[in-house]
Nanobody, 121 residues
């Protein structure tokens, strides 16, 4: 089970940190990360991290502004979002997949319930 939180209303240029608490069993190898869905648009992958080698990936639209990290002691994944723009407004979902390619094909094993991020002045 994934429980994500941390969304809210922020002004352009501001920052937010999303959290995703993982409960239950995950295999030794997995990919965990974040998707987002803006109004009227499809769900897109934003960032992910691979459990085995800690490889991180970011979409071009967030690279340099967002940072994904994990706290294994607390089974939590974070997405630090800086320099937020109005186009970052979306519902953000935590998700896990079995493989890196699966994540990018939206072949997700588990989804969080989503948390709303709104960037507006």
């Amino acid at each position: 089970q994934l429980v994500d939180s941390g969304g809210g209303l922020v002004q352009p240029g501001g920052s937010l940190r999303l959290s995703c608490v993982v409960s239950g069993f995950l295999s030794d190898y997995y990919v965990i990360g974040w998707f987002r869905q803006a109004p009227g648009k499809g769900r897109e992958a934003v960032s992910c991290i691979v459990s085995s080698d800690r490889y991180t990936w970011y979409s071009d639209s967030v690279k340099g502004r967002f940072t994904i990290s994990t706290d294994n002691a607390h089974n939590t994944v974070y997405l630090n979002m800086d320099s937020l723009k109005p186009e970052d407004t979306a519902v953000y979902y935590c998700a896990t997949a079995d493989y890196f390619d699966s994540f990018h094909l939206n072949e997700v094993r588990y989804w969080g319930q989503g948390t709303q991020v709104t960037v507006s002045s």
